[in-house]
Nanobody, 120 residues
């Protein structure tokens, strides 16, 4: 069983910064892909940023230059540094990982979600 624990959400003023963390624990061989998604009520989750096992990253156009995704392979943790936050960044943010077993199978897991609120 794999668990993802998110932390770091909260309330911040426009122009401020927050850092989200998501730590994976449990029994697995490795983690291939890690990402952050966000979701507004009644809408589909959208990709914010992703990072592969070799460190390649990709970002949504709306956050390029403001957000930075990184990962710590030793701690099995993915981070999202969010700078220059805007009111439209106010959403629930979800961690997403693909866990690899020692048999070579990959399984997707989602975090519980953390609220980010940016006041104007």
């Amino acid at each position: 069983q794999v668990q993802l624990v998110e932390s770091g959400g909260g309330l911040v003023q426009a122009g401020g910064s927050l850092r989200l963390s998501c730590a994976a624990s449990g029994t697995f061989s490795s983690i291939s892909h890690m990402a952050w998604y966000r979701q507004a009520p009644g809408k589909q989750r959208e990709l914010v940023a992703g990072i592969t096992s070799d460190g390649s990253t990709n970002y949504a156009d709306s956050v390029k230059g403001r957000f930075t995704i990184s990962r710590d392979k030793v701690k099995n943790t993915v981070y999202l540094q969010m700078n220059s936050l805007k009111p439209e960044d106010t959403l629930v943010y979800y961690c997403y990982v693909i866990i690899m077993t020692n048999t070579g199978h990959g399984y997707q897991y989602w975090g519980q979600g953390t609220q980010v609120t940016v006041s104007s």
